[in-house]
Each structure stands twice: as structure tokens, then as C-alpha cells.
DNA sequence: TATATATTGTACATGTATGTACATTACTTG
DNA sequence: CAAGTAATGTACATACATGTACAATATATA
């Protein structure tokens, strides 16, 4: 019973999800973020409390658009590292094609907010452990023949999301389709993840 | 003739500096700027013209703090690769240190402003391009041997630059030295500018 | 259809933020 | 020491921002 909405909630966690992308977390006021949804900023405040609670919800929503989504959709069971290479391709593609040069707002928002924001720290920092895992799973699973031992797995696993990482800075201001997948290939092929034979241009 | 500054620029600038880094450029009002200073807004615009101004001179400032710099610093005389590898290791340990895990400024500006804000974007960018510049120029000075060709060189610097960049952002949910440096080291190693013989722990 | 209730809107009090016009201050040079 | 000038301070107009109290609205269930 009661009213209701004027609005959808997935729509609306769906556009201050680009909202905070372009113009990061910081930018965006509750002022603004309620004006664009059509809605007062008590009708805000009712429904999710604060910037903050909406942006952990944000950020859950946000990991589906996530370049740190792929990962989970590898098939354990086939060329695990060819499809991680095709993982960094398509995030070399997505920075170089994205106008706005938007980037990864995970990582945006990590370095905008950690450190200083005591609420959202947490979540954020969490977030990338998660990733972590989840490469340290896919290099093991890839790992029967290689034998790496546990701290080498970590080491690699920590040097794929650094490149991870820096590929979502460097999208920011190279937009060079080659220029970008060159190097991010040249630094997968060092750590033994790209193999000439994938022949990915 | 005139009227003597209440206070040093040397010193206003250093200071904004370091808020700009541990706040970030879009959470340091002018208001908040002129009260650390200890003058009012109106003696701010008079000496500084805007934020955005002021920012380019802290962008220059802080150059000289910047894990960049360091790399201006090594003679291409001795063991470049060497020299490169110890810069990372320093960097590791900066960011480990760092208790406000402030990460490098000008990293952290580029992510925040570069696509949104049209005064820093260039600015920033051409920082970058610098960097890449001097990485490109160190591989080619320790390439005699080597002999690796241009392209090979570009795809190079830019992934040690990634490299860089992820470091400055992993450390900021990484606390622990060894953690960090190590998959720093591996990926050094696994582009060839790490050396075993180098023992670096 | 009446009523409980979730949602929305209005209004308020308060603080922050920006940029400028104009007056004041203090110092340097002639 | 007088005059010019750079630096500073005051005041204003305007807009943004926050969070809450209270009233109005709409709807599902009884």
C-alpha cells in the first residue's frame, strides 16, 4: 500500500551511475543528482538516504559495466589466458572509443575517494580485492602445467591488475587503438599471459 | 614600488600543493584556499588570477616531488636499467609509507580533471607526454646492445609508464612494501629492465 | 469507499562558494 | 617626504548546497 514511485530506482541508480562516471563522485550534488532524476531532494533523501548509500549502491550496479566483470565470465575450463588477453583487448577498445574519456569508475572512484572518504573506502578497497581473488583464481586454474608457486601467482595476479589499471589512466589521454593495445600486449606477452599465437592485432 | 605580499608565494604554493594532493583539485574552494593561506579571496584572485592558474604553477611545483622527476635524475652513463628498476623500488616504498595514501598528484589530477575540465586537460596531458618522452629517450640510451626498433621502444615506455601508474593507485589499498614491490619487480623483470643480478629485495 | 501509508513537495534555516567593485593600507622610488 | 603603486581588506550580489520538519498527494488494501 502507500504511493507510488515516480520514478524507477533502476533507472535512476542506472543514470547517477553515469553521472558519477563523467564527472566523478565528487562533482555531483545531491542538488544536482535529484534535478536530474526529476525529483525533489527530500524525495531523494526518502529514498536513499544519502550520496553516500546510493553510491555503494551505485558501485554494485556499476561492476556488470565493469571492465573487472569479464573476468568472471571465463570459462575455466578452455584457453584461460587467451580469454583474459581478449579481456585487456576489449578494455583497450572501450578507453580508446569512449569520447568522454570516462575510464573505469571503479578505479576513478578509488583514487578520488581513498584516503579520505572514511564511508566509501571500505567498499572501494574491497571491490579491487575481489578482483584480485578472482585473477589469482584464473592464473591457477591456468596454472596445472606452469607450477608457479602461491607468492608467484600473487605477484602476477597484483602485476595484471597494475596493468589493469594503468591502461585505464592511459585511456585518458592516448587514443590510439595500436599505440594502447601494443604495449598492454607487449606487457602481457612478458608475464606470459599473451602467447604470439593468439595473433591478436 | 608598492605594497609588500603578506606571505610567500614560494611557500602559498607549496602548501596548496600539498592540500590539492591529500584533498584533490575539485575539494579545495578558493574559500578553503585563502583561509590556509590567511588571506582573503579577494587578495587570492589578485595574486593568483584563479584556481586553474594556481594549479598549473603547483603542477610545475610538484614535478620535483613526483616519482617522474626521478627519472630526469639517472645518469645515462652508468647502469640504466638499473637506475630505472631502483626509481620503481622508491616509489614502492613512497606509497607503502604514506600514511594519507595521497598516491602521486599529478596521476590523481589527470584521472579527476583530464575529460572534464578544459583549462587542465592540455596541461596535464603534456606532463604526461613528458614523462613518456624521457622513458622513451633512458630505453633507447640502454638499448645500444639490445637493439630494439622504434616501435618496440614506444610500446616499452608506455608500458612501464602503466606500470608507474599502476603502482602510484595500487598503493592505495596496498599497504604492505613487500607486496607491492614484488609484483612491481616481476613485471620490471618480465620487460626485461629487471636484472636478478641486481638483488633488489 | 474509507483509511493507512509510502511517496512527494514546500518551506525554512544555515552554511558554503564565487567574482568583483571600491576603499584602504603600506612600501618603494624619485 | 611625497607620490605612485602593488597588495590587502570590506562589502555586495548571487548562486549553490545541505538536511529536516511539515504538509500534500496518491494508492493499495481492508
Redesign the interface.
Known sequence: MGRNKAFSRDQAVDSVMHLIW???Y??CSVKAVSEMLGITRSSFYHSFGSMESLFIEVLKRYYVHSPFCAFDQINEQGDILKEICTVFQNICVARVTDK????CLM??S???L???NDILSPP??SS??VVLTRLKRLLNAANMQEKLNE??V??????L???????N??G???KDYE??W??????LQ???VYNADYNMT
Do not use: H, M, P, Y
Open positions: 563523467s564527472q566523478g565528487q562533482n568522454e574519456a570516462k575510464g578505479i576513478n578509488i583514487i578520488e581513498v584516503g579520505s572501494l578497497s579491487v580485492d607468492k608467484e600473487e605477484q602476477k595476479a597484483l602485476a591488475l597494475n596493468l589493469l589499471i594503468g591502461i589512466v592511459s585518458k589521454f592516448i599505440q594502447l601494443s604495449s598492454t600486449r607487449l606487457s612478458s608475464l606470459g
